[in-house]
Each structure stands twice: as C-alpha cells, then as structure tokens.
C-alpha cells in the first residue's frame, strides 16, 4: 500500500499559515544556506502530491515556474475549475479517491495541505507520516495544520531533530 505523507511547517502554535494566508514568517525566517530540511529525500520517496483547492490557490499567484511538474498532482475541489499547470481536479470525495489512489502501485504520496484537506484526511484515517517542520516564531492566530479530530492522533515511532537555526522538525509513523 503507497503511503501518504504529511510533510508541512507550521508555527510553535501549530499554524501552518496566517488568517490572510501570509507565509511571510516561513519564508523570511533565517534558514540555513542549504538546508532543506529534507525536501530532496522527500521528492525522491513521492510522485504524487495532494492539495486542497486553498493551498493550489496560493500556489497559483507564486512567480515563477510550477514547482511540482514532475509529480502527478492532484488538487481537491467541489467547483469546476481549469489551470495551465500539470494538475487533475479531483471532484470526487477526498477520502474515497485517496483510498483508491493508495492501492495502486507507485511510490509514496505527499500530502501538501493544507489545513482542511489535512483533517479530512487525518480523520479518515489515511495518514502513514508526518514530518512537520517547526519554525520558532507565534502566530497567535491562523490557518491550523489540523482541525477538529475525531480522535487524537497518535505515532508508533518518532523523532525529533533541531537544527541550529532554532528549526526542529518531528517525524512520526501515525498510529492506524
Ligand atoms: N506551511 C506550509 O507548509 C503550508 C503547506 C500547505 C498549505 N499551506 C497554506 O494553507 C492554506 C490553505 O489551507 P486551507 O485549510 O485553507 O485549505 P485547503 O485544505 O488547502 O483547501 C480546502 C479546500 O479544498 C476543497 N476540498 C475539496 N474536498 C475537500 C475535502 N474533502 N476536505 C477538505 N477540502 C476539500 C474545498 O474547496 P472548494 O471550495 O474548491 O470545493 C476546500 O475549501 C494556504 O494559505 C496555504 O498557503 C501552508
């Protein structure tokens, strides 16, 4: 069976954007100068992402070239929409196409978000891991990474790692 990946940053407070969807204290934070903090290991376990209609829309107004064009990607809406980008809109219920989609052979999927696609997602079990990437900054207020859960959600196996500009990122096995 593929496995979904979570793989997302989020403030100390658990936000993974602002009201407005500002990203401006993930992206101006002091990283370090060649630090991806495994995103190369990542693309090389995935070829397939998934985003909920919100995330594909911040997504859009980037400038530049489309980051994922190698990736089949799969963007979850109920309207019907077009893009110039390589993506599917999926309009079919989210949980019943990532099941299917987890059967088929392939390698692991990468869950990109954001917060509303996490949760449906989350409480319907289908979740293997999660890395999530702190950033030490309060939001105070935001976009969560996850909403109301059915059920807390647990690990079988994790780790923490901290990296010297005050980042630390967890990774888990989500208990199923
Ligand atoms: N910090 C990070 O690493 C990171 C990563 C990813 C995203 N983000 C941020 O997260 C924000 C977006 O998050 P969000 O929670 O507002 O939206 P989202 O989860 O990206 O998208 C939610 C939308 O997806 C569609 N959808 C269709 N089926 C769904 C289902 N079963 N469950 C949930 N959604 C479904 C709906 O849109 P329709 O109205 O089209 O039907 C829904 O309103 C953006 O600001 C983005 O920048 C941050």
Known sequence: MRKIILYIA?????????KDGGLDWLEKYPHIEGEDYGYAELMQRIDTTLMGSG???????????FPYPVTKNYIFTSQNK???????????NASEF???IKQTSGKAIWLIGGGKLN???ANAGLIDEIILTQIPVFLGEGI????????????????WKSYKNGVAQFVGKVAL
Do not use: C
Not at 55 to 65: A, D, H, Q, S
Not at 144 to 159: I, R, W, Y
């Open 55 to 65: 995330t594909f829309k911040i997504l859009e107004e980037f400038k530049g070239p």
């Open 10 to 18: 989020t403030s100390l407070d658990g936000y993974i954007a602002e």
């Open 119 to 121: 949760t449906t997602l």
């Open 82 to 92: 077009q893009s110039k980008h390589p993506v599917v809109f999926v309009k079919e």
């Open 98 to 100: 990532v099941k299917r």
């Open 144 to 159: 969560p990474v996850l909403g109301a859960l059915e059920k807390p959600l647990t690990f079988n196996k994790q780790t």
